[in-house]
């Protein structure tokens, strides 16, 4: 049963075009690194939807194989090295997981 991460991002008014971008990489380089971890997707909002996004103005959906490797990423030392770059540009997240 496939996992979908999905990861919701307020990010603080200081943080800079180029710091987003290295999050932005940071994430996507997670994918053949994780066990599990099959698929990144990270970026803004789309701009006809966004004032829906209640503030929200980036996102993440990892796909994952199953539900055990959810805990596999959370713990793996590449996962916690973008959780550090997103902690200090973020000033909110919001994560659900849906398995389908």
């Known amino acids: 049963m496939t996992v979908y ?3 919701l991002f307020t ?6 075009k180029e710091q987003v971008s290295e999050l932005k ?5 997670m994918v053949g690194q ?3 971890l099959t698929k990144m997707e990270v970026g803004p909002p789309l701009g006809s939807t966004a004032a829906r996004a209640q ?3 980036y996102g993440l ?3 994952l194989e199953k539900p055990e490797d959810v805990k596999v990423y959370a713990e793996h030392p590449v ?6 770059i997103r902690e200090s540009l973020c000033d909110d997240t919001l994560a659900y997981d849906l398995v389908a």
């Open 55 to 57: 503030g929200f103005d």
């Open 25 to 29: 990489d940071a994430a996507n380089s």
């Open 61 to 63: 959906i990892a796909v």
């Open 34 to 36: 994780i066990p599990g």
């Open 79 to 84: 996962h916690q090295k973008v959780h550090e």
């Open 5 to 7: 991460h999905i990861v």
């Open 11 to 16: 990010l603080k008014p200081s943080a800079t």
